[in-house]
């Protein structure tokens, strides 16, 4: 048994506006039984029913259907009933290492949520660019975005706060939630250079385009730093619906440990002034969190004494193991782009791994979920981004949607492996790894 859909339906029912010559009868159960994001399909000779609670999980049962239709438009009859492991599954990008265009961004986002991830994390600062506007401080994009901006000077470019409603509405629209980055106390210079008086004594700093982190830091003890992080964050938090601003807080090298807790125990607490939840590097663990904060966990070790000690304060936390989920990584040693400082990440060892035991202290219940960052420091074009991100994010994926019990590298590697010739046709790059695709 099995029922025959067009591209063209698809389309239609993902838009929310299928006809019924489409054959595709979507449907809000009117009761919360499949949860915020879950659906049910039913597939037989006459037709797809798809339901689901809410409008959310109608988007992630179409790109179920995507999946299964394989090319041909040939969907197997059956019922899936279905719903994610963790409510956060994001993908980040780095635009301040390389900037990306709006147009980039929201064709990324097409591609991320085939595999629903429903959150967008934009690193829109670091050392070599500062990539978003913000009203009153124009020096942070005229110089931080400007002309020779980003590793190697070749990443130039930022958003408007136009722009960046464009990229949060586009985004929306396909249920995907954007959370803001602006990294700090560390990872500032594009800012130092753009306003000396923020540097310690007062005295300009060059630009910097290599990829050294740790060198950089906002000034602890002085008043103007804190202006300045208030008119970013409230900022952000004015321009982004989502419920997170995530202040960095990673590599902070050359911050003391004592100027590093005054300063965050100042910035912590503003995302939740202006009604956000922050969410910052695990290293942040070391200062006071406030209620609703979330640690984002990176490093590859499987022990972390901080991040433990937050949970026991119930804080939330989100999983981003380099040695996993770095898309940034190489995924073998003869890999063009990417680093290797974590190790080279093959797809397998994306896929195999499961987010409630790397951490000792941190269980299924702590778990926020799953995110896998793409550090740009080596990209320069869009085609590295894919190749990077295919087809590994889609593995990482299943690891925050799936349940661990139900996860089998077999099954996902054949299944992924139909994938090829799609990307092929949709002109995206990937790495086409032998753990997948037989050797042409
Ligand atoms: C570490 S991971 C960083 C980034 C680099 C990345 C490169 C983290 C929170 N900070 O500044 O871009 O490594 O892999």
């Known amino acids: 048994m099995t029922f025959t859909v067009t591209p063209d339906a698809l389309a239609r029912a993902e838009a929310g506006e299928s006809a019924a010559a489409d054959g595709i009868g979507r ?17 037989t000779a006459s037709g797809v029913t798809l339901r689901a609670s ?15 239709a394989a090319g041909d438009g ?11 492991r963790f409510a956060y599954r994001a993908a980040m990008l780095d635009l ?6 709006v147009d980039e961004i929201k064709a990324h986002v097409d591609l991320l949520v ?28 005229e110089i931080g975005g400007g002309p020779g901006t980003g590793c190697d000077g070749e990443g130039p470019g930022f958003l408007t706060l136009a722009d960046y409603a464009d990229v949060v509405a586009y985004a929306a629209a396909r249920f995907v939630t954007v959370v803001p980055e602006v990294d700090m106390p560390g990872h500032v210079n594009a800012a130092l250079v753009a306003y000396p008086e923020l540097t310690a004594d007062g005295q300009p700093v060059a630009p910097r385009t290599d990829a050294e982190v740790g060198y950089s830091s906002l000034v602890a003890g002085k008043e103007e730093t804190y202006a300045f992080v208030e008119t970013v964050l409230k900022t952000l938090a004015d321009a982004t619906p989502g419920p997170y601003l995530h202040i960095g ?3 902070c090298l050359s911050t003391s440990a004592e100027d590093y807790r005054a300063f965050l125990s100042r910035v912590l607490p503003l995302p939740g002034k202006y009604g956000k939840r922050a969410i910052g590097w695990h290293e942040i663990a070391a200062a006071g969190l406030p209620e609703g904060a979330v640690v984002q966990y990176w490093r590859p070790e499987q022990q972390d004494t901080g991040v433990d000690a937050a949970v026991a304060a119930g804080r939330a936390v989100i999983m981003s193991p380099a040695d996993r989920v770095y898309l940034d990584m190489k995924y073998d040693a003869d890999t063009r782009l990417g680093l290797d400082w974590a ?9 195999d791994w499961d987010p409630a035991r790397h951490l000792p202290g941190v269980t299924e ?20 981004v894919q190749f990077l991100t295919f087809p590994r994010l889609p593995a990482i994926a299943e690891v925050g949607w799936s349940p661990q019990a139900r996860r089998d590298w077999e099954s996902f590697r054949e299944r992924i492996a139909l994938f090829g010739p799609r990307w092929e046709a949709a002109g995206v790059s990937y790495f086409r790894s032998p753990e997948i695709w037989a050797a042409d």
């Not at 301040?96 to 265009?101: L, S």
């Not at 595999?115 to 050392?127: C, E, P, Q, R, V």
């Not at 190790?343 to 896929?351: I, M, S």
């Open 96 to 101: 301040a290492r390389h900037f990306f265009t």
């Open 249 to 251: 807080g990673d590599e």
């Open 54 to 68: 809410e409008p959310a999980g109608l988007f992630w049962g179409v790109q179920t259907l995507r999946q299964l």
């Open 114 to 141: 085939q595999f629903k991830i429903n959150h967008l994390h934009l690193h829109l600062t670091d050392d070599q660019g500062w990539r978003l506007e913000i009203p009153g401080w124009p020096r942070l994009t």
């Open 74 to 84: 040939v969907l197997p009859g059956g019922t899936i009933e279905d719903r994610p």
């Open 343 to 351: 190790g080279l990440v093959p797809v397998r060892r994306a896929y």
């Open 27 to 43: 449907e809000l159960s009117g009761s919360d039984e499949f949860g915020a994001e879950g659906y049910r399909l039913e597939i």
């Open 365 to 384: 219940e702590a778990l926020l979920g799953v995110a896998a960052p793409l550090w740009s420091e080596t990209l320069r074009s869009v085609a590295d």
